[in-house]
Nanobody, 128 residues
Framework: AVRLVESGGGSVQPGGSLRLSCVSS????????MGWFRQAPGKEREEIAT???????NYADSVKGRFIISEDDAKSTMYLQMNRLNTGDSAMYYC??????????????????????WGKGTLVTISS
């Protein structure tokens, strides 16, 4: 099994920035996809950024131009740089990964049948 651990959440004012990290207990050396998701109280979980082993990246419209997903293979770590944060970004943020080789990019987005592994989340609060 793979363990994912998120960190970097916190409380910032609107307009501020945070960088989330997701460390994997195992290095992914073959086909995989990973992503960041968030869930605010009373709302459904939202996919906000995804990346795959081929370098395909996709963002939700709500974060496009403000958030950047990246990965450091040497550290088995995925990041989410979040800029120009607003109150609508307040949520629990989760990272997820899938190594079954069943996710693929098509029509400008990543397609997958659920994610295989999930972290426990890191809380982001935007408040003045």
């Amino acid at each position: 099994a793979v363990r994912l651990v998120e960190s970097g959440g916190g409380s910032v004012q609107p307009g501020g920035s945070l960088r989330l990290s997701c460390v994997s207990s195992r290095y992914f050396d073959s086909w995989y996809c990973m992503g960041w998701f968030r869930q605010a109280p009373g709302k459904e979980r939202e996919e906000i950024a995804t990346i795959d082993s081929q370098g395909f990246i996709n963002y939700a419209d709500s974060v496009k131009g403000r958030f950047i997903i990246s990965e450091d293979d040497a550290k088995s770590t995925m990041y989410l740089q979040m800029n120009r944060l607003n109150t609508g970004d307040s949520a629990m943020y989760y990272c997820a990964a899938d190594t079954r080789g069943i996710c693929y990019a098509r029509d400008g987005r990543l397609h997958y049948n659920g994610m295989q592994y999930w972290g426990k989340g890191t809380l982001v609060t935007i408040s003045s």
